[in-house]
């Protein structure tokens, strides 16, 4: 299978994400490629190193961090961000989308990237642990789900689905309601977790407790090996976001949770049939009227 890389168009967007979680040295090497390609992309690992104060490791290191396996795909990267550059074409908003694109062609692009986002979160999801998910929450006493931000709206969107079907559950925005109510979870309890970036402490904090307390913790995140997976039951994966000046993580992220979601809830619905089916019934003639 062909190995596909981030675009050079994405490069900038990319060390602008990922900046906060590198050290200072990465951080370095990431801002010196992102404002200089054309610079860098003339310059050997050794250069680039000495460039930045730091060593040829750490360029390496930062390199596979963006995405690319190691320095020599990151410099053709950089060669052909640079040459773009020079064209004088129009400046890309998504890896695609240039500012002067027509609106028809914005919607074609971004559709097809969400269905891209799509595919990848559905062939990456490991359907042993959503099985384990699901049945925890089809039998908890109390599902808490944290998020912040868009991984916020995530979480409040799986909490009014699990209601509409007679669960108790509740997605706190405030992190320290999150982590008080975790206090109260134990055994037979679930607690799901939502960031992307598997690094978001108002988010670790409450699936800590909540692990520590006994619950059963699920996170739902686009890095298995990240922080939050440590208090994790069970890890769902989405796929890694295509992230842009105007597409941020937190736009192209959201995609994949709110399939994971989907698929998470459903696969309760069916476990809970015989008592989801009354409740969404009743949920919708109590609505009804609201909608004529």
Same mark, same amino acid.
Do not use: W
């Given at each position: 299978?062909?190995?596909?890389? *981030?675009?050079?168009?994405?490069?900038? +967007?990319?060390?602008?994400?990922?900046?906060?979680?590198?050290?200072?040295?990465? &951080?370095?090497? =990431?801002? +010196?490629?992102?404002?200089?390609?054309?610079?860098?992309?003339?310059?050997?690992?050794?250069?680039?190193?000495?460039?930045?104060?730091?060593?040829?490791?750490?360029?390496? /290191?930062?390199?596979?961090?963006?995405?690319?396996?190691?320095?020599?795909?990151?410099?053709?990267?950089?060669?052909?961000?640079?040459?773009?550059?020079?064209?004088?074409?129009?400046?890309?908003?998504?890896?695609?989308?240039?500012?002067?694109?027509?609106?028809?062609?914005?919607?074609?692009?971004?559709?097809?990237?969400?269905?891209?986002?799509?595919?990848?979160?559905?062939?990456?999801?490991?359907?042993? &642990?959503?099985?384990?998910?699901?049945?925890? !929450?089809?039998?908890?006493? /109390?599902?808490? $789900?944290?998020?912040? %931000?868009?991984?916020?709206?995530?979480?409040?969107?799986?909490?009014?689905?699990?209601?509409?079907?007679?669960?108790?559950?509740?997605?706190?925005?405030?992190?320290?309601?999150? !982590?008080?109510?975790?206090?109260?979870?134990?055994?037979?309890?679930?607690?799901?977790?939502?960031?992307?970036?598997?690094?978001? %402490?108002?988010?670790?904090?409450?699936?800590?407790?909540?692990?520590? @307390?006994?619950?059963?913790?699920?996170?739902?995140?686009?890095?298995?090996?990240? =922080? $939050?997976?440590?208090?994790?039951?069970?890890?769902?994966?989405?796929?890694?976001?295509?992230?842009?000046?105007?597409?941020?993580?937190?736009?192209?992220?959201?995609?994949?949770?709110?399939? !994971?979601?989907?698929?998470?809830?459903?696969?309760?619905?069916? @476990?809970?049939?015989?008592?989801?089916? *009354? =409740?969404?019934?009743?949920?919708?003639?109590?609505?009804?009227?609201?909608?004529?």
């Amino acid at each position: 299978m062909k190995e596909t890389f *981030p675009p050079p168009a994405a490069l900038a +967007a990319k060390v602008r994400t990922l900046a906060p979680s590198m050290t200072r040295s990465m &951080q370095r090497v =990431a801002e +010196a490629v992102a404002g200089d390609p054309a610079g860098c992309a003339a310059l050997t690992v050794t250069g680039l190193a000495e460039l930045t104060g730091t060593s040829e490791a750490t360029v390496v /290191r930062t390199a596979r961090l963006l995405g690319y396996p190691g320095y020599r795909d990151l410099r053709l990267a950089l060669a052909g961000l640079a040459a773009q550059q020079q064209s004088g074409r129009s400046p890309a908003i998504t890896t695609d989308i240039a500012v002067d694109d027509p609106i028809a062609d914005v919607v074609a692009k971004l559709a097809y990237d969400e269905q891209q986002t799509l595919a990848d979160t559905a062939a990456g999801l490991d359907t042993a &642990q959503l099985g384990a998910a699901v049945a925890a !929450v089809a039998a908890a006493r /109390r599902t808490d $789900v944290y998020g912040i %931000g868009a991984s916020g709206l995530v979480a409040q969107d799986l909490t009014q689905k699990l209601l509409r079907i007679g669960l108790m559950a509740h997605a706190p925005g405030d992190p320290h309601l999150a !982590v008080t109510n975790a206090v109260q979870l134990r055994g037979g309890d679930v607690a799901i977790a939502i960031t992307h970036s598997g690094s978001t %402490g108002d988010v670790i904090e409450p699936l800590r407790v909540a692990f520590e @307390r006994g619950a059963t913790t699920v996170a739902i995140t686009g890095r298995p090996d990240s =922080a $939050v997976t440590s208090y994790a039951d069970h890890v769902l994966t989405t796929s890694t976001a295509r992230e842009s000046e105007l597409r941020p993580a937190a736009m192209s992220s959201r995609t994949g949770q709110l399939l !994971v979601v989907d698929c998470l809830f459903v696969g309760v619905a069916q @476990r809970t049939y015989e008592s989801a089916a *009354p =409740a969404l019934a009743a949920s919708y003639e109590a609505l009804a009227h609201r909608h004529r």
